[in-house]
T-cell receptor, first 116, second 112 residues
Framework: DVKVTQSSRYLVKRTGEKVFLECVQDMDHENMFWYRQDPGLGLRLIYF???????EKGDIPEGYSVSREKKERFSLILESASTNQTSMYLCASSPSTASSYNSPLHFGNGTRLTVT | AQKVTQAQTEISVVEKEDVTLDCVYE???????LFWYKQPPSGELVFLIRRNSFDEQNEISGRYSWNFQKSTSSFNFTITASQVVDSAVYFCALNRDDKIIFGKGTRLHILP
């Protein structure tokens, strides 16, 4: 079974702090994604990566950055956390195929971040 | 614009009843994929089904069935004889370019 592990289930940070959310997958997937989930808004794509050291902006990248130094690890960085970044963050991975967009995503359990 | 609409925000049914979750999509692509995911209270989204735009056959998997109709741009999901364990948030999704976009989800409560 594919396992996507997010390092923290719950996190509480202060406004202005630099926050790192870590995600590791163990199935050698090329593609990794970060979404945030908010009530009434569903899942929104923040950033994604199709290869090591590669990153692409999703729909809501402002206030975030990412890092992918190794294939199995994809980190989401909040440079200066703000209260409007309080949310559930979900990491996902998928294998690379001829058409990556049709590969089902495998999700982690999520990190619920509270910024106070 | 490509998007997914799940008009039902929340649904409650009594156990053993059938329930249908609606999904309407918009896309300008001729080839596309649709998905359904389940998010139980534990939080982890679980993939349920993928359907490509050329395959309009309905699919049944146990108590779950999916009705894909290109004419109405809908990909509805029916649970037959619902059980309490079906309580979850269900997301419909569509690929857009090389990404997958999600609807806002439908929270399903199955009451004992």
């Amino acid at each position: 079974d594919v396992k996507v592990t997010q390092s923290s289930r719950y996190l509480v940070k202060r406004t202005g702090e630099k926050v790192f959310l870590e995600c590791v997958q163990d199935m050698d997937h090329e593609n990794m994604f970060w979404y945030r989930q908010d009530p009434g808004l569903g899942l929104r794509l923040i950033y994604f990566s199709y290869d090591v050291k590669m990153k692409e902006k999703g729909d809501i990248p402002e206030g975030y950055s990412v890092s992918r130094e190794k294939k199995e690890r994809f980190s989401l960085i909040l440079e200066s956390a703000s209260t409007n970044q309080t949310s559930m963050y979900l990491c996902a991975s998928s294998p690379s195929t001829a058409s990556s967009y049709n590969s089902p995503l495998h999700f982690g359990n999520g990190t619920r971040l509270t910024v106070t | 614009a490509q998007k997914v609409t799940q008009a039902q925000t929340e649904i409650s049914v009594v156990e053993k009843e059938d329930v249908t979750l609606d999904c309407v999509y918009e896309t300008r692509d001729t080839t596309y994929y649709l998905f359904w995911y389940k998010q139980p209270p534990s939080g982890e989204l679980v993939f349920l089904i993928r359907r490509n735009s050329f395959d309009e056959q309905n699919e049944i998997s146990g108590r779950y069935s999916w009705n894909f109709q290109k004419s109405t741009s809908s990909f509805n999901f029916t649970i037959t004889a619902s059980q309490v364990v079906d309580s979850a948030v269900y997301f419909c999704a569509l690929n857009r370019d090389d990404k997958i976009i999600f609807g806002k989800g439908t929270r399903l409560h199955i009451l004992p």
